[in-house]
């Protein structure tokens, strides 16, 4: 497919979800006051920061990849992510996707907690990761790449893909730290369908990172160095219970950087290149944040919590 | 994998799944933690900072920019909870007090980086080391009166040249009276 092509689709995808944008837009104004992030550029992988206490982040991310043997797809994902505690952080992800030529659908949700068991900071830091996925198996969005998924799996049609119901739980063990302004990000990945007859899958991604500038300026900017966060990650699946290895598995390197502007904003851009045979070829993701503080606050008041 | 391999582990965690939902619902209609409760926590998080981190000095010191660009920070990061002015909010606890005057810079760096995780402040290591002196240097701007006024007299109480009139122009705040008996 050539770029002219690549950009038509993406542009017919972007109108056929104003419904997304606009019930985002919606929680954006909904929201209290806008609080400043230095989120990390990473969009699969996890360091072990979590939100703060009492903050909101709203997010919107797309994923465009190429497909062999069918149509391209523009996967999509709303993500709610609020610190409950400065040590837990609990997070709801609406999925959707469009695959051209065939149809646009709602595929799933999610919710993710995120747990750091440890109260001081380490050379490694442990966060405990659990996910309850109801999705259906048409989900394209590739938040994490596990077992033996791989490419082919995505060209079933939407009409017979939607027809099966996944219900999974997913672990991971978020290992993560900070060296000399480098964030080094591990994380191993577990899933249980909870269907008895599936194995358990393993799956991977690995990330590291760095601010542009390690110091801050003294002026508001919105282009100053420490503003930006590039890195890399990589990810893919390990097998199964049954047949542990990397055959007939799917791993991604990608290149990633994130954008967090004065204002609240973060915008993060991340193509990532398939590694093997049965990986996509191509995968461009980017997403947009906000992060809202004080959204406790208002959900107390609202409930009357007392004060 | 067998029925009987596949269940208990599932169960488990949905169960888990299902203690977080009570316990986010739990926190969303909850009790707000106390100010005196949190500026109370904050000071004995300073006094637990280990030795070696303690005696660190801040490399920033003699950056002219340092305060300014800590004042920023503050601003963008810490502003939310404990108040742009620093003297506190419902969410976290004033910074104007004389335990946090008078604390080390290695001290305060250590409760940046550390955070004080089981009583509500996040660990703050996502921001680069030169970042986090950066904000110490604004913290330790603000002047308790007495240093306040032994500056505009040229000298520390300690009899010292005062720090005070850089780090005016950084618009950091003065400690009043009432802040000070935190």
Redesign the interface.
Known sequence: MDWRTFFARLLDASHLHLRWALLLVALLLFSV?P??A?E?PYIVTY?H??E????LEVEYYSTFGTQRGGPDFHAFWAELEY?????WT?EVYLDGQTTFDQSTLFTGYR?E?RI?PL???HWINPVIY?E?EHTKASDKILKEVEGHDVEADYAVPNAIANREQDNE?E?KLLLSG?VK?W?IAFNPLFT?N???????EFGYALGASR?LA???????CNWCP?NFIVGVEMYGGLGD??SLGLNQTSHYLAPVAAWNL?SGWTLRLSPGFGLNDTSHQFLLRWGLSREF??F??M??RM????? | ???AE??P??TA??L??AA?GL??AA??????SDGDASSKRFTEALATAPERARARQNP?ERDP?AV???G??F???CA??HGQKANGT??GPSLLGKAMQQAPPGAIFWVL???????????W???????RW?IVAFLKSFQLPAERKDADSGTSSDGAPARGAAQDNASGPSVSSQQQNE
Request: charged fraction near 25%.
């Open positions: 006051c609080a400043h230095q990390s360091d920061f979590l703060e206490p009492g903050s610190g409950v505690k400065a040590w609990t919710w907690n750091r109260a001081h900071e659990i309850y739980l672990m900070q302004g964030n249980k909870l269907s008895p007859s599936e194995p358990w601010p390690l110091q801050a300026r003294a002026e508001h420490e219970a049954r004065p503080s004080g406790g606050e959900m107390r409930f009357g919590g007392s004060r | 994998m067998s029925r596949g269940r582990v599932g965690l949905l888990f799944l977080c316990a986010l926190s969303v209609a909850g009790a707000q920033m920019d300014a660009a800590g920023k920070l601003e963008q990061h939310e909870c419902r969410r980086t550390n955070g004080v995780v089981r009583h509500g402040m996040p660990v290591s996502k921001l680069p080391e030169p970042e950066q």
